[in-house]
């Protein structure tokens, strides 16, 4: 299994901008679609966006397209989410994740898990 180590999080008024990423180790990144999930206090842990591992199709929830955006870099084995115009139901803790099998919406499926990146926006 790869490795994921989340960075980037912190504390934002609504309306501002964070960059997150995913550093993965330990496997052929390549390969891998790649997905963030974000889970908020006592809530389910819920998918964000995703990228494929060809093609580099990517997909969001309602609620993040127009302001967020997955990308990934091959070569630093590394995936981003660009997130603007934050709001504060965007806090949460954020997940990211990789995959070899389809269904990147769905948490079933996903093999590796970074420890989390908690994003916090304030009003």
């Known amino acids: 299994q790869v490795q994921l180590v989340e960075s980037g999080g912190g504390l934002v008024l609504a309306g501002g901008s964070l960059r997150l990423s995913c550093a993965a180790s330990?496997?052929?990144?390549?390969?891998?679609?790649m997905g963030w999930f974000r889970q908020a206090p006592g809530k389910e842990r819920d998918f964000v966006a995703a990228i494929t591992s060809i093609g580099g199709n990517t997909y969001y929830t309602d609620s993040v397209k127009g302001r967020f955006t997955i990308s990934r870099d091959n070569t630093k084995n590394t995936v981003y989410l660009q997130m603007n115009s934050l709001k504060p139901e965007d806090t949460a803790v954020y997940y990211c994740?990789?995959?070899?099998?389809?269904?990147?919406?769905?948490?079933?499926?996903?093999?590796?898990w970074g420890q989390g990146t908690q994003v916090t926006v304030s009003s």
């Open positions: 994740a990789a995959r070899t099998t389809p269904g990147v919406r769905s948490i079933t499926g996903y093999d590796s």
């Open positions: 330990g496997g052929p990144f390549s390969t891998y679609a």
